[in-house]
């Protein structure tokens, strides 16, 4: 005698299962006479299974496929899908159907998302948490752990969703450029990229580039450089930065310098179209020359400066620039500069053309019979993800 309120299915035997005819019938009865005999044979189990396995994929995908961010656009349009992040007075929007649509902050009279974002602030402030409409156009509260802010919607900087997967949480471009001369033999290859993992407070970041010019079956001139950093914002428009690298210039008798930066970062100027940054802190590197001279060990000082401009136009501008100077402590008067400038226009969705300046120039190189200065200008096809 059994109490069938236990509610579960139960084998009698390999090729029998037993269901409950009223699992809410709470008195004593007879087992064999509130059960049903269903046969299930071996090929019955796999489709089952294989039903399960369906159901549950099918379920997953319609769980990650939900898109349940709203945006109020200021035509009074009410818009479902997923915002991908804003930065730079531009929204990227992924609507069913539609793709990725972009369009301007300004555009915006409000927002909802349960999402957690990280939210940065045209003060320089950083938040964390989900977004929600107000009863005031164009302001967005936002529901932080600590209580709810109200803000302007033309007050939001940055905005990026915090994504658990690693692959969502980078972003990238690669550059790639090529030219050839038949009359002097001579061919031009360069390579360059970037690409960012953002963290809470904190992003990491690596950028290469080579240079390489061949003439005929020799290599003629190199340049390499290679950066990893690490910035965390401490407050407002603060930030604290480490870089560790490498680089390499024949022309300035460079065969390799690795290096190691501490910097304090501050943001003079950050919205909706120009990003200009400073950063001051002491370097220390280590030189190795392509003659006889033996590697020295150089402790520097450091101030960059850099510039960021875009333009949500048709097609899409982004022109980057920065400037470094490093006083030498250990060799008296000299002096490294660095000028980088690039410009890039988007030709297709992703996909953009560029020209790319460069300037380095060393007072006093490591090998007595460098040249002080290499400068070169690149064209380039490069792609953006995320």
């Not at 120009?274 to 220390?284: E, H, I, K």
């Not at 101030?303 to 980057?320: Q, W």
């Amino acid at each position: 005698m059994y109490f069938n309120r236990l509610h579960k299915v139960i084998c009698a035997s390999p090729e029998l299962v037993l269901l409950l005819a009223n699992p809410y019938d709470y008195q004593m009865v007879n087992p064999l006479e509130k059960y049903i005999f269903v046969p299930f044979n071996g090929e019955m189990r796999i489709q089952l299974l294989l039903l399960t396995f369906l159901f549950l994929c099918l379920s997953i995908g319609l769980l990650k496929a939900q898109k349940t961010d709203t945006i109020i656009h200021t035509n009074g349009n009410v818009l479902t899908g997923e915002i991908k992040k804003l930065n730079y007075g531009v929204v990227n929007f992924k609507m069913t159907g539609m793709g990725t649509i972009k369009f301007k902050q300004k555009n915006i009279a409000g927002i909802k998302s349960t999402k957690n974002f990280e939210i940065r602030t045209s003060d320089g402030s950083n938040y964390f948490g989900s977004l929600d409409t107000s009863w005031r156009e164009n302001t967005v509260k936002l529901m932080i752990s600590n209580g709810v802010l109200l803000k302007e919607v033309d007050d939001l900087t940055e905005l990026y969703p915090i994504k658990k997967n690693f692959w969502l949480r980078t972003s990238g471009a690669i550059d790639l450029g090529f030219d050839f001369s038949k009359g002097s033999d001579i061919a031009k290859l360069d390579v360059a990229g970037n690409l960012t993992y953002r963290k809470r407070h904190s992003d990491i970041r690596l950028e290469f580039s080579d240079n390489t010019t061949y003439q005929g079956d020799s290599l003629n001139a190199s340049k390499s450089d290679v950066d990893f950093s690490y910035q965390r914002h401490i407050k407002n428009r603060w930030y604290i930065q480490g870089n560790l690298g490498l680089n390499s210039n024949s022309e300035l008798g460079l065969r390799l310098r690795t290096y190691l930066t501490l910097s304090a970062l501050k943001d003079l100027v950050h919205n909706h179209v120009n990003r200009l940054y400073v950063a001051v802190g002491p370097t220390a590197n280590k030189e190795w020359s392509y003659g006889d001279e033996d590697p020295i060990t150089n402790f520097e000082g450091m101030v960059i400066a850099k510039y960021h401009l875009y333009k949500f136009t048709d097609p899409e501008i982004t022109i980057t620039s920065d400037l470094g100077a490093y006083p030498s402590f250990t060799v008296a008067g000299r002096w490294r500069v660095n000028f980088n400038a690039e410009a890039k226009v988007e030709v297709i969705k992703d996909f953009y053309v560029g020209l790319r300046f460069y300037n380095t120039y060393d007072s006093k190189p490591i090998a007595a019979d460098a040249s002080t200065s290499d400068w070169g200008v690149v064209t380039t096809v490069g792609y953006s993800f995320h």
